[in-house]
T-cell receptor
Framework: GESVGLHLPTLSVQEGDNSIINCAYS??????FIWYKQESGKGPQFIID?????DKRQGQRVTVLLNKTVKHLSLQIAATQPGDSAVYFC?????FGKGTHLIIQP | KAGVTQTPRYLIKTRGQQVTLSCSPI?????VSWYQQTPGQGLQFLFE???????NKGNFPGRFSGRQFSNSRSEMNVSTLELGDSALYLC??????????????FGQGTRLTVV
């Protein structure tokens, strides 16, 4: 069946470094993708989205890249801060990946 | 504007019992989706309701059911509870159906523990 997955369950980075979180999807007909951030004790929150007619979209300190050829998207977080510690999910429609836990080392 | 409200926040039930969870979406949102979140499986889609009709359904047994009322509030019911049903149940509301075109707004969830 269709699935959305992330490559790594945990990613540890130094404060101030850039973080890259990856996601693969299987539905070639997918045309809308979202990245969510879930902090401890809270529900997921929208970070940024991208449509299939785009390769890249930038927000504040975040960039999402979409490679439709290999059905892969990534979330880049610039100058990672302690507040970025959370679990990050990519979503394809109603389907979510299992999440990557981003840990920020001081 | 009030966010998505889920009640109760915490619940402890015994195996074999049934439970009903409630979700009030953001005003104006007609789509409500439910998810089960466990440490090993991440967020798993249960079902989505839009304008009182179930529009999409995940791969969960028939013990899991839901409904949506005319004011877009939604309830989720789990019958004959099993230990494996212990999880965080998240509700999300959005303007459109199918998770396309717009983002979903999540509540804080209901933490269900089955003993």
């Amino acid at each position: 069946g269709e699935s959305v997955g992330l490559h790594l369950p945990t990613l540890s980075v130094q404060e101030g470094d850039n973080s890259i979180i990856n996601c693969a999807y299987s539905n070639s007909a997918s045309d809308y993708f979202i990245w969510y951030k879930q902090e401890s004790g809270k529900g997921p929150q929208f970070i940024i989205d991208i449509r299939s007619n785009m390769d890249k979209r930038q927000g504040q300190r975040v960039t999402v890249l979409l490679n439709k050829t290999v059905k892969h998207l990534s979330l880049q977080i610039a100058a990672t801060q302690p507040g970025d510690s959370a679990v990050y999910f990519c979503a394809d429609g109603l389907t979510f990946g299992k999440g990557t836990h981003l840990i920020i080392q001081p | 504007k009030a966010g998505v409200t889920q009640t109760p926040r915490y619940l402890i039930k015994t195996r074999g019992q049934q439970v009903t969870l409630s979700c009030s979406p953001i005003s104006g949102h007609r789509s409500v989706s439910w998810y089960q979140q466990t440490p090993g499986q991440g967020l798993q889609f249960l079902f989505e309701y839009f304008s009182e009709t179930q529009r999409n359904k995940g791969n969960f047994p028939g013990r899991f059911s839901g409904r949506q009322f005319s004011n877009s509030r939604s309830e989720m019911n789990v019958s004959t509870l099993e230990l494996g049903d212990s999880a965080l149940y998240l509700c999300a509301s959005s303007l459109t159906t199918g998770g396309t075109n717009t983002e979903a707004f999540f509540g804080q969830g209901t933490r269900l523990t089955v003993v």
